[in-house]
């Protein structure tokens, strides 16, 4: 992976992630800088990690050749308003994680047409498990694209789309899908407790079967997930009985529709901020 100076404008959960991921896959400490308007998370990545951390964006702009802008999306317009106009930001690469924030809207902020680099990252990537959408403007090299699916590889699995829509349909497929596999579980953790078990038991019944599944999908990419399931349904038992329920109560337009749904609502937070 490449080494570039790296700064990180808000040093929230999400930069703390990142950044524990980087030091972890051995980047070096010294070339990665974060700000942040308060002092005591600083402290910590400080203490923690061994990284740079400064209360002024501007010393952490000005030091970085590659930038994260991590704070929230409402805050991120006074943010780049307020950086220092004199400091040169021409060769610098910019990524923005900030949910919902177009190409176009950042580059309007940035008051230039910089490198830019738009991530979606989701929620799991606080445990290095994540999964982030990559869409990158005309001005980004290759380089920088390797570059920066290695920062996003540190917390998890990177995909780059070439259309910035399709920021959307990362967002409806990884970014909010973690909480619709919360609401299934949630869904047979409840039928668990109506089947007499207690609600310790029945979260562990569901969890751990969720977390093989999981395994069993990461762990055989050659099998498609209709085989998978194929394999752990015999014809006339019990799974039958249940999959076959869910598919005649329209499973597959139940997830169609809420997928659509999240992609609406993506379309029309694009305009928000
Ligand atoms: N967490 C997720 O799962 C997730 C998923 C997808 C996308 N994202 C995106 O990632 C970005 C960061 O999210 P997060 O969860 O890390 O948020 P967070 O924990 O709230 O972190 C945001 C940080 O920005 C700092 N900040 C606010 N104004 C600042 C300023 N003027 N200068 C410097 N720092 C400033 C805040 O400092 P204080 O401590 O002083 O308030 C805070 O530490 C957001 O844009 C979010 O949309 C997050």
Not at 37 to 45: F, M, Q, T, W
Not at 99 to 119: D, H, N, S
Request: glycine content about 8%; charged content about 20%.
């Amino acid at each position: 992976m490449q080494h570039r100076k790296l700064a990180f404008i808000g040093a929230g959960n999400m930069t703390r992630s990142i950044v524990a991921g980087l030091v972890s896959s051995g980047y070096p400490k010294e070339l990665i800088i974060a700000s942040n308007r308060s002092r005591p998370k600083l402290d910590a990545l400080q203490e923690e990690l061994g990284i740079k951390v400064t209360q002024s964006n501007d010393e952490a702009i000005a030091f970085a050749d590659a930038i994260v802008l991590s704070v929230k999306p409402q805050m991120m317009e006074d943010v780049c308003a307020a950086f220092d106009q004199s400091i040169d930001l021409s060769g610098k690469l910019f990524m923005s994680i900030a949910a919902g924030l177009p190409v176009a809207r950042l580059q309007e902020m940035l008051g230039g047409k910089y490198p830019l680099v738009r991530i979606m990252p989701n929620t799991p990537s606080l445990l290095g498990q994540g999964m982030s959408g990559l869409y990158a403007n005309a001005d980004v090299s290759d380089s920088d694209r390797d570059y920066v699916t290695g920062v996003m590889g540190a917390v998890g699995k990177t995909l780059w789309v070439e259309k910035e829509d399709d920021i959307n349909g990362v967002i409806a497929a990884a970014g909010s899908s973690p909480a619709y596999f919360f609401l299934f579980l949630q869904a047979m953790q409840e039928e668990c407790m109506a089947m007499g078990f207690n609600q310790q038991d029945s979260r562990q019944l569901v969890q751990q079967a969720m977390l093989g599944a999981a395994q069993m999908v990461c762990e055989n990419p050659q099998l498609e997930l209709s085989e998978l399931r194929a394999q752990v349904t015999s014809k006339g038992g019990t799974t039958a009985a249940a999959v076959n329920s869910l598919i005649d109560s329209d499973l597959q337009g139940i997830v169609a529709k809420a997928m659509q749904a999240a992609v609406a609502r993506a379309d029309e937070m694009a305009n928000l901020f």
